[in-house]
């Protein structure tokens, strides 16, 4: 059973308002992120916290970035994040994760795998010591939610596409190698709603004459709300600060 319902495909025109960058550009990077999983997931809103006992993961991401002069032609950032969660816990009788009851009171150990890939296509609006970019990104879930119980057992497949607008703005501050950024995805379409944003502060270095590195730190949330009967619900939000090292070419 699909995770979401969409109806969203192009919902961005940023081309009459993009600018270009002056040369081409490439950087990517990787980094720890420390989720924490908070609210409910199920049709019987199991708690992710206190009946699965889910808790803090160190969760791998890493990105690339390649920006270019050619008018009107998007840039471009590809990004990949994993996300995992497991735990043990008591489920009342009656609980359902999609479609299965449990009709008695079990143990059960419990998966949640919320992992991503993202392609984002996006103009620079402002590129000097004020940065916008605008976008539209498609993101791809593919990983899975389970309950696993000597009675019964259940497993929903999370993969599915979704669009969401795209943003970012930051501001440089100069001679200092110091940044700062907020950037999110966004959508909110019927009785769905998904938001994910970070904040963060970057220092970056020379180490070569065309090649400088860098170190960020910050904070990303990300929420997910499903309120649609014929679909797995949610009401969930993870969080928590990330540290990351990236390069620029």
Do not use: C
Not at 52 to 81: G, V
Not at 117 to 130: A, R
Not at 142 to 153: H, M, N, V
Not at 204 to 229: C, H, K, V
């Amino acid at each position: 059973m699909s995770l979401f319902r969409l109806g969203l495909l192009a919902t961005l025109t940023t081309a009459p308002l993009a600018v270009s960058a002056d040369i081409i550009g490439l950087y990517g990077g990787t980094g720890i992120w420390q989720s924490s999983p908070s609210g409910t997931l199920g049709n019987t809103g199991i708690s992710l916290e206190n009946t699965l006992n889910f808790d803090q993961e160190n969760s791998n991401y890493l990105f690339i970035a390649l920006e270019h002069p050619i008018p009107l032609l998007p840039n471009l950032r590809l990004a990949r994040t994993d996300l995992e969660w497991a735990g043990q816990g008591t489920v009342p009788a009656g609980t359902r994760l999609d479609e299965v009851v449990f009709p008695i009171e079990q143990s059960v150990t419990a998966d949640l795998d919320l992992s991503h890939t993202e392609i984002t296509l996006y103009y620079e609006v402002l590129d000097n010591v004020v940065d916008l970019d605008l976008g539209l990104t498609a993101r791809i879930f593919d990983g899975e939610a389970s309950l696993i119980g000597a009675a019964q057992q259940e497993r929903v497949e999370l993969d599915a596409v979704v669009p969401m607008l795209y943003g970012k703005a930051g501001i440089d501050m100069p001679f200092s190698g110091l940044s700062a950024a907020v950037s999110g995805n966004w959508i909110n379409v019927d009785e769905f709603h998904l938001i994910d944003w970070s904040a963060q502060l970057n220092y970056d270095f020379s180490i070569a004459p065309t090649l400088e590195a860098g170190l960020s730190i910050g904070y990303r949330s990300m929420l997910i709300e499903i309120d649609d009967q014929d679909e797995l619900q949610s009401d969930a939000e993870f969080d928590g600060l990330f540290v990351g090292l990236r390069l620029l070419f």
